[in-house]
């Protein structure tokens, strides 16, 4: 029972981690066509976070949602850490990598080295402990990022910068979110975009978000920014960070970048280099891998 009741435990959190690496895919699309619109990356993130806390607002009220613990002091000081981490170092420096280079690239490297801080710092707060054979996994993995990075270094080091500092960021939140055991409800979801709208607004006083060009088109991208990538993919991180370890979670998110390059040759047109596919075999490779040894080592 405790062998099938783990399988289930793993199933899950590789079920949401994928459906999270997915719905995460679809922000650097969203977010290169509103910039091509005209629209500024800061503005991008401000509105996309206001609109997923109204969105989230009226929800709760509509349901008149309490949550079922108490939200204590230290539980909003926490929670304001993970969005700290979480909404505002990733939002922030994300939105500005993606005027700088494509969608993929900026996965890419984002999840990169997202997965190094969650390996090195699972470690150390949360006691996870490595096979050999895991640790080969995790630097295949990065050898697959460092493919990439070096292969746009020389086009944009600002892009590259930006997107391995929201990397580093997300991969914090990681960490935290499971260290502090945020809770996976809507409450929280609010909670943690809340606090990221007021990092957003403190770190950019002089931020003035006018939608002058605002239309349907336009509306409906902001929309979906803020329901796909901003609200479905964090939901269902958390969720996944119920059943598994931060360092599964995020080497099963590795997957987004593939996602990526999907959506952006369906949708922009944007194709990927040959050592970028090259990077992206060895992460996937390394997603495989992995999962299959932690599988091993849970029976």
Not at 38 to 64: D, E, H, Q, T, W
Not at 158 to 185: C, E, H, P, Q, T
Not at 254 to 273: R, Y
Request: charged fraction near 10%.
């Amino acid at each position: 029972m405790l062998v099938v009741n783990g399988v289930i435990m793993q199933t899950l959190g590789v079920l949401f981690a994928t459906m999270a690496a997915f719905l995460n895919s679809t922000s650097g699309i969203i977010t290169r066509q509103l910039i091509a619109l005209g629209y500024y990356p800061m503005a991008i993130a401000i509105v996309k976070c206001n609109i997923a806390v109204l969105l989230l607002s009226l929800f709760l009220l509509f349901k008149r949602f309490r949550p079922t613990y108490r939200v204590s002091f230290p539980y909003l000081i926490n929670s304001a850490i993970c969005s700290f981490f979480g909404i505002f170092t990733l939002f922030y420096f994300e939105t500005k990598a993606y005027a700088l280079l494509t969608a993929p690239v900026v996965v890419f490297i984002l999840i990169g080295s997202s997965a190094i801080t969650t390996f090195l710092l699972g470690t150390f707060f949360q006691k996870e402990r490595k096979s050999t054979k895991q640790i080969i996994y995790i630097s295949t993995a990065m050898i697959g990022m460092t493919i990439i990075v070096l292969n746009q270094i020389n086009f944009e080091p600002r892009g590259v910068i930006f997107a391995s500092v929201s990397g580093v960021g997300y991969g914090l939140y990681l960490v935290f979110a499971r260290y502090f055991r945020i809770k996976s409800d809507i409450f929280t979801l609010w909670l943690i975009i809340g606090f990221g709208v007021i990092f957003l607004y403190i770190s950019s006083p002089s931020e003035v978000v006018i939608l002058n060009n605002l239309n349907t088109s336009s509306l409906i991208s902001f929309v979906l920014l803020a329901l796909l990538p901003t609200l479905g993919g964090f939901f269902c991180t958390t969720k996944a960070l119920r059943y598994s370890d931060s360092s599964e979670v995020q080497l099963i998110e590795l997957s987004e970048p593939i996602f990526s390059v999907i959506l952006s040759v369906l949708i922009l047109l944007e194709g990927i280099q040959l050592k970028d596919f090259l990077g992206a075999v060895l992460i996937l490779s390394s997603i495989y891998l992995y999962h299959r040894e932690s599988n091993k080592q849970s029976i």
